[in-house]
């Protein structure tokens, strides 16, 4: 996936001349102080709004009539966006059924899924029935169901509880090493970041652009102990002074 | 009355699916549930009483004030005269209701595909639903082929403003990330109005149902009594006017209470309608767990 360069302007300028290389694999965490556009960013590669200039090109050439690879990219939203009139079965059911597939077709697709989300045994509930977890379980289930090769999340996990939160890395972790997805990841948090990425990049406000581009050597397992573990902390540190320097070359105020 | 009525049976019914409360004893359960049913009959049947004891120990005449047993006596004695009133009155109703349903939906759908025809539309919908039906009754009456169908356009023209009202505002209502997600997923129009704008529009439906069925059957008996039709076609209103004419007040109290029960008929029955729909998934219809 190639991203070379978008400028962004309603108004303001949200993102200026970002310009941004994203391997096949990777897990991507775009990292900045709130209002730097990250997510603006992210709804431009999701094709949710329109770069003002710039182009993304995608390596696949199978792209639809709105130049995206169908079928090929998800989207994890900050609230689980469900449809509280469908059961979880219903709702991740949904890509799979604007895009044609017969129900009985699709059984099998979706309760796999929810297994690896690890709720086989709610396809029957009503989101309503569900606590903030799982539900963010069951809207990152649908966003897995079509197996997509790119998966974007916009800071999925920003208001759950840190337990709920600690357990839905691990599990995002988890998926994304099974399925081999490469994941972009929008987050205000460093030690979500540090924990989650190989690669994080991070953004200096007003206006958007990249500031620093860490990749992460490779620390083996992720874990609890990982959590507590020198190369953690470390990066967390580095990641934590890009940050602040991206903060204070945008003017200091936030 | 109707809201009690309401409350009750929505208050049964999701007593009969939700399990039974442990901590709660069986009995307190119980107790409260006869009381929910005893307390509004008891104070109906007090009510009565009080009715009937200050016909007889006033000795009103039954011209003024009629007994409840003597309305009750007019009620099947003159059944035969009542009963196909009652029948022309419902079945204006419930065409008028239906074909607001079908009028008001359809044309929300047709509405909301594009700004420009909302555009094109508002300033008939707003002279419609704001001039009072009553005033415009005669002119229909003038229009239309024969009484009937004069008095179904009417109910219809009531009915069909706050379904179409509440049915804009429902496919309005979406949630902008669903709509984003439909997008992200190439989900056609169509698709779209099926899966998303329909099923996220129910509870403004139902809402508007529920107006709408209350308002079809004032609209049926106010567009009677404008029209002042006669003879075997007509309605309860008729009824109603006939017997104050001939000071039949105890027909008239019977017409009556054939209308109020009517009208709590549609009530329950769209109330019923709009639980079937809402129960499993919408906060107005769940009971508050704290």
């Excluded at chain 1, 939203?77 to 059924?97: A, D």
């Excluded at chain 1, 874990?223 to 940050?243: G, I, M, P, W």
């Excluded at chain 2, 901590?23 to 049913?37: D, G, Q, Y």
Aim: proline share 5%.
């Amino acid at each position: 996936m190639k991203n070379v360069s978008k400028v962004f302007s309603n108004g303001t300028l949200a993102l200026s001349d970002m310009s941004l290389d994203v391997k096949a694999g990777e897990f991507l965490s775009l990292l900045g102080p709130s209002g730097c556009g990250k997510s603006t960013a992210l709804r431009i590669i999701a094709g949710l709004g329109d770069a003002s200039s710039g182009t993304i090109d995608w390596p696949s050439s199978q792209l639809n009539s709105r130049g995206l690879p169908e079928g090929d990219i998800s989207f994890v939203f900050q609230e689980p966006t469900l449809m509280p009139w469908q059961t979880v079965f219903g709702n991740v059911y949904l890509p799979l059924r604007l895009n044609g597939v017969s129900k009985s077709a699709a059984r099998e697709q979706i309760m796999d899924t929810l297994a690896t989300v690890g709720l086989a045994d709610f396809a029957e509930s009503y989101p309503r029935e569900l606590s903030g977890g799982m539900k963010m379980r069951v809207s990152i289930a649908r966003a897995l169901v079509t197996h997509p090769r790119l998966l974007l999340m916009d800071e999925p996990f920003a208001a759950l509880d840190e337990i709920t939160r600690h357990k839905l890395n691990d599990d995002v972790l988890r998926l994304w090493q099974q399925t081999g997805v490469t994941v972009i990841f929008v987050t205000h948090s460093v030690y979500e970041s540090a924990y989650l990425s190989n690669r994080i990049v991070v953004m200096k406000a007003r206006p958007g652009q990249v500031y620093s581009d860490l990749a992460l050597a490779d620390h083996g397992v992720r874990d609890e102990h990982f959590r507590t573990s020198e190369a953690y902390r470390a990066t967390c540190e580095q990641v934590s002074n890009a940050l602040q320097q991206a903060i204070i070359s945008a003017g200091g105020d936030h | 009355m109707s809201d009690i009525t309401q409350t009750t049976s929505v208050q049964a019914a999701s007593d009969a699916e939700t399990e039974p409360r442990p901590i709660v004893p069986a009995k307190t359960s119980m107790s409260e549930r006869w009381l929910r049913i005893g307390i509004p009959f008891s104070m109906l049947a007090a009510v009565i009483l009080i009715w009937h004891l200050y016909v007889t120990i006033n000795d009103v005449p039954h011209y003024i004030l009629p007994g409840p047993a003597l309305v009750v006596e007019s009620l099947l004695n003159d059944w035969p005269t009542l009963f196909p009133a009652l029948w022309i009155t419902t079945k204006i109703t419930f065409m008028a209701l239906g074909l607001a349903l079908i009028g008001g939906v359809g044309l929300a759908i047709f509405l909301v595909q594009s700004k420009w025809i909302e555009l094109a539309f508002f300033p008939f919908a707003v002279v419609l639903q704001v001039t009072p039906i009553v005033a415009v009754a005669p002119l229909i009456l003038i229009y239309a082929p024969n009484t009937q169908t004069a008095l179904l356009i009417c109910a219809f023209l009531v009915a069909f403003f706050p379904i179409l009202s509440n049915m804009v505002a429902g496919l309005k209502s979406v949630d902008h990330n669903l709509l984003n997600l439909f997008d992200l997923y190439g989900a056609s129009r169509w698709q779209q109005l099926i899966y998303l704008k329909i099923p996220a529009a129910q509870p403004y439906f139902m809402a508007g149902l529920r107006i709408g069925g209350g308002l079809a059957l004032i609209a049926a008996v106010v567009a009677e009594f404008a029209a002042g039709s006669a003879g075997a076609e007509s309605g309860l209103a008729f009824r109603l006017l006939e017997s104050q004419y001939r000071l039949n007040i105890p027909r008239l109290f019977a017409a009556l209470i054939l209308l109020s029960l009517l009208g709590i008929a549609i009530f329950a029955l769209t109330s019923f309608i709009s639980w079937l729909a809402l129960h499993k998934w919408h906060e107005s219809s769940i009971k508050r767990e704290n």
